[in-house]
Structure formats: C-alpha cells, structure tokens
C-alpha cells in the first residue's frame, strides 16, 4: 500500500519516511480477547510551526476530517508546544487508517507549509484493560 510512512501491520515494526529521514514506528499487538477487534489511537509527533496548522485553511482541515470519516475515524485531535505537533486519533483498526492516509495527499501539503523537515514519529497504541478507565 502508498502510504507514507510504509507502516505494517499491527504487531510488527515499520519505518517512517518524510524528507529522505527514516524513523522507526511501532505498533500494537494483535487483537485480544480471542481475536476479538478492537480500536488503536494513532498518535503523530513532530517538530513544526503550531501557528501555521492553527492557521491552515480551514475548510481544508474540514474536508480532511469528512475523508478521515469516511475511512472510520472515530476521534481527532491536534496538540502542540512552541515547535511541536502531536496528533491524537482513533482508529477501528490501523488498516483504516493507513487507507485514509493514502486517500489525503494534501496532508503532506499541510506539513510542508508548516516546516516539517523530518520524519514524524508515528505510533500505534492499544487499549490497556486495567480496570480503572475514566471518561
């Protein structure tokens, strides 16, 4: 699959290429429960200019979220320091997201207006059942 961070499947390592720089992802384990599916947040990190996505057109970001809907996001979120981005979404599964990434090519646009030379730091979590869940 053309996705740009050449990420695999759930359970194993890939590599994240933006700008010729490659940097390791990692990723959940399979299913639990038996086999039985459940969702992964993607979290995204990287050295940018926040004022410049606060400052993205916003009927783009708008039209990247009803893209993200019709791929199956469930939730999404942008986060940031002075020089750093953190993107916060939930996925059903990696795939979903993977194909959505592929599908969003203006993206890639969007980081190159707000600076980003390096390869982000992608990574796919699991949900932890530890029994003391809030919210």
């Known amino acids: 699959m053309n996705h ?5 499947r759930a359970g ?3 590599q994240c290429e933006v700008g010729g720089r490659s940097k ?3 990723t959940p384990g399979p299913a639990v429960n038996g086999g039985d599916t459940v969702s992964v947040l993607m979290t995204l990190r990287v050295h940018a200019n926040t ?5 993205e057109d916003k009927d783009l970001l708008r039209s990247i979220v ?3 809907k019709q791929h199956g996001v469930i939730s999404h979120r942008f986060y940031g320091t002075d ?3 953190l993107v916060v979404d939930e996925w059903p599964d990696e795939e979903s997201f993977q194909r959505f990434y592929a599908d969003a090519p203006e993206i ?3 980081m190159e207006r ?3 030379t390096a390869a982000p730091e992608v990574t796919f979590w699991r949900h932890l059942d530890t029994g003391d869940d809030l919210g």
């Open 12 to 14: 194993y390592g890939a």
């Open 114 to 116: 707000a600076g980003v």
């Open 66 to 68: 009803e893209k993200g």
């Open 4 to 8: 740009p961070c050449g990420l695999a």
């Open 108 to 110: 890639g646009g969007m």
């Open 24 to 26: 390791a992802v990692r």
């Open 83 to 85: 020089d750093e981005i």
């Open 51 to 55: 004022n410049s996505v606060e400052n």
